[in-house]
């Protein structure tokens, strides 16, 4: 079993930054890929907005690319996401995810943490 807890959410003005971090504990083996979603509106589905894979290799929704990035620290099992830029369409709830297991067969969430960008 894994557990994931998010935080660094908040209010913050258009064109602010945040830091979200993800701290993961449990199981923490023959993980596949890492990453944040995030949910823009209730009933919406989650939208995956970076990533990180085994191999290293990192990948962003087309949306935040630029503005954003993920990063993990391995030895202290903490995943990160630097938002820059802000929009208001950036609000949402992220959420952290871990897949891992043969075939990505286990899916972790974190319980999300609120983004609101507004003036």
């Known amino acids: 079993q894994v557990h994931l807890v998010e935080s660094g959410g908040g209010l913050v003005q258009p064109g602010g930054s945040l830091r979200l971090s993800c701290a993961a504990s449990?199981?923490?083996?023959?993980?596949?890929?890492m990453g944040w979603h995030r949910r823009q509106a209730p009933g919406k589905e989650r939208e995956l907005v970076a990533?990180?894979?085994?191999?290293?290799?990192?990948s962003y929704d087309n949306s935040v690319k630029g503005r954003f990035t993920i990063s993990a620290d391995n030895a202290k099992n903490m995943l990160y996401l630097q938002m820059n830029s802000l929009k208001s369409e950036d609000s949402a709830v992220y959420y952290c995810n871990i897949n891992s297991g043969p075939l990505g067969v286990y899916q972790y969430w974190g319980r999300g943490t609120q983004v609101t960008v507004s003036s």
């Open positions: 990533s990180i894979r085994s191999d290293g290799s990192i």
């Open positions: 449990g199981r923490l083996s023959d993980i596949n890929v």
